[in-house]
């Protein structure tokens, strides 16, 4: 089993930035991939970016491509996303995901992100 808890959400204006943390237990060393992901009230989950476990190879969304940066800490089993320039859409409840090698899934309880405009 692996423990997922993400940490790092909050109300910010448009144009600040956050860190959003995804903290890995467990199982942790079974992790492949970590990848973040988000969902707006009445909206689908939607990918946000992600990076492989051994922080080489990172993908993003188009619409935070130039803003967010997804990075991790292998001693803390810790993916970071950094939020640059943040936008009114950028709202809502941010979650991460780890793959394990086996390809199962774990899902964090979430963090929400709130942007005024």
């Known amino acids: 089993q692996v423990q997922l808890v993400e940490s790092g959400g909050g109300l910010v204006q448009a144009g600040d930035s956050l860190r959003l943390s995804c903290a890995a237990s467990?199982?942790?060393?079974?992790?492949?991939?970590m990848t973040w992901f988000r969902q707006a009230p009445g909206k689908e989950r939607e990918f946000v970016g992600s990076i492989n476990w051994s922080g080489t190879t990172t993908s993003y969304a188009d619409s935070v491509k130039g803003r967010f940066t997804i990075s991790r800490d292998y001693a803390k089993n810790t993916v970071y996303l950094q939020m640059n320039s943040l936008k009114p859409e950028d709202t809502g409840l941010y979650y991460c995901?780890?793959?394990?090698?086996?390809?199962?899934?774990?899902w964090g309880q979430g963090t929400q992100v709130t942007v005024s405009s």
């Open positions: 995901r780890g793959t394990t090698i086996a390809n199962s899934y774990y």
């Open positions: 467990g199982r942790a060393f079974s992790l492949n991939f």
